[in-house]
């Protein structure tokens, strides 16, 4: 056994694992812990930026959601209320109100 501690001696070393994502089509090496956080997002969601030492790898904004809801307005013809009580509505009259979809 003497050839064994010098065969395992000259065994090249290991080198550390590299780590890529594709986002918008390009292939980048980043860090393990980067590369989780991209698959916890999916690189769709990712977008790349222009950056003084290289480009950066940012998750893109979420669009903002847009709430709608429905407001009573004037209306030529609509509803009348018993004493001004939108839960009891008494017919549909000349100058009454009307629900009608606002956005935000």
Not at 38 to 52: C, F, L, R, S
């Amino acid at each position: 056994m003497p050839g064994l501690f010098e065969a395992l001696s000259k065994i090249p070393k290991r080198e550390p694992k590299k780590f890529f994502v594709t986002i918008q089509g390009k292939q980048y090496q980043v860090s393990h812990k980067k590369k989780l956080e991209i698959m916890q997002h999916g690189e769709e969601n990712y977008m790349i930026k222009p950056a003084k030492f290289g480009p950066e790898i940012l998750l893109k904004p979420k669009e903002k959601i847009k709430t709608r809801y429905s407001v009573l307005k004037k209306a030529e013809r609509g509803y009348v209320f018993e004493d001004g009580d939108i839960h009891w509505p008494n017919g549909v009259q000349e100058g009454g109100v009307l629900w009608q979809i606002e956005s935000e």
